[in-house]
């Protein structure tokens, strides 16, 4: 509802905060600006009250009425601070002001989600741990329940013969692909640990956490989050998805609905694998609306030799040429066509 969007008269002493690169923590920016510092004996209250007593049950004001006539000072006290340091910057410039009220009304709008295919994911996510814990035990001999047991697969490897000098993505990556031995049971380790090594798919929990009654998670976006003034992310990190290779995103989370898991895991053999890329398909669009998905091409490479008056560069831009390819070929002293696409001296 529009009703719920900020006024016009509102401010924000975090966002003039920001924008200054200032603190944004009101302790840290009291003491530098010279102000009132925040209560430190009020603090120490306020996290005791935050938690559970010893005895079972939580504090209240009838079994810590002294503790919580602290606690409310100490909040008197934030606004104090919080008054003193917004009279002490200057607002926001009329155009900054506008964004701040742009950011304020996307993240109280929120981000519509497909919560049927959120948990479907868990689901299958939840039944695929038991599979993986299962594997392990019978490659393990019982040893072993998970593959991100670096210490003890580790010590297993070894036992077979096997040392891995490393543990990490890409190590397991240039290992599986060369043309060493590796040990049928470790090698059958070493694809479940690059399976379940997909961190973006932790964003389903973190979404069926998040999101409100209405489908959608808010208070998505950090305002002036960096230093350059760009948005960072909160709660679900949505900045931060995989590209992903799916081409027709609304079959695939068709089918993450409708099939079950033996059926799904026939299809895209890399179930975790394509959960990560799937991740974009559960943003959707609400009834009679349409999701556009677009993104500036190379937009901080083109920006940054537009600011540095880096004609040569731009000029490369404005004929098309391969940027990222031409400067891979440059710091590694080969020609052009000897990079590829995919190629590590591009993506360096």
């Not at 509802?1 to 905060?17: E, G, V």
């Not at 917004?86 to 155009?95: A, G, V, Y």
């Not at 594997?135 to 019982?142: N, P």
């Not at 083109?302 to 710091?331: H, N, P």
């Amino acid at each position: 509802s529009s009703d719920l969007f900020p006024s016009h008269d509102r401010r924000c002493s975090a966002a003039k905060m920001a924008v200054l690169a200032i603190p944004r923590k009101l302790e840290e920016a009291s003491k530098l600006l010279g102000l009132a510092e925040k209560d430190q004996e009020g603090k120490k209250v306020m996290l005791k009250l935050s938690k559970p007593r010893q005895k079972g049950g939580w504090w209240t004001p009838e079994n810590a009425r002294e503790d919580f006539d602290k606690l409310y000072k100490y909040c008197i006290q934030d606004v104090k601070v919080e008054q003193a340091i917004s009279k002490k910057l200057m607002d926001l410039s009329p155009q900054e002001q506008q964004i701040w009220f742009l950011d304020q009304k996307i993240n109280i709008r929120g981000v519509p989600i497909d919560i049927n295919a959120v948990k479907k994911v868990i689901s299958i996510k939840n039944e695929y741990d038991e599979h993986i814990k299962k594997t392990c035990l019978k490659l393990t001999d019982g040893k072993i329940e998970s593959p991100n047991q670096l210490k003890e697969v580790h010590e297993w490897a070894v036992s077979l013969g096997f040392k891995l000098d490393s543990y990490t993505k890409g190590y397991i990556r240039d290992l599986l692909a060369s043309d060493k031995i590796i040990p049928p049971k470790i090698k059958q380790m070493l694809l479940l640990r690059q399976e379940t090594g997909k961190s973006s798919t932790a964003k389903y929990d973190k979404i069926d956490y998040a999101i409100s009654s209405d489908g959608r998670v808010r208070d998505t976006l950090f305002y002036h989050g960096a230093s350059t003034g760009r948005w960072s992310g909160k709660l679900v990190q949505f900045q931060n998805l995989p590209r992903g290779y799916i081409k027709d995103m609304d079959k695939a989370i068709d089918d993450l609905k409708q099939l079950p898991f033996p059926m799904l895991k026939f299809i895209y053999p890399n179930l975790m694998d394509f959960f990560s890329q799937a991740i974009r398909g559960v943003i959707c669009a609400p009834e009679g609306k349409e999701l556009i998905v677009a993104d500036y091409s190379q937009i901080e490479a083109r920006v940054v030799a537009w600011l540095s008056g880096q004609e040569d560069t731009l000029d490369d831009f404005r004929r098309g040429e391969k940027i990222y390819e031409k400067m891979g070929a440059y710091i590694f002293n080969k020609d052009v066509s000897e990079i590829s696409k995919d190629s590590l001296e591009r993506l360096s």
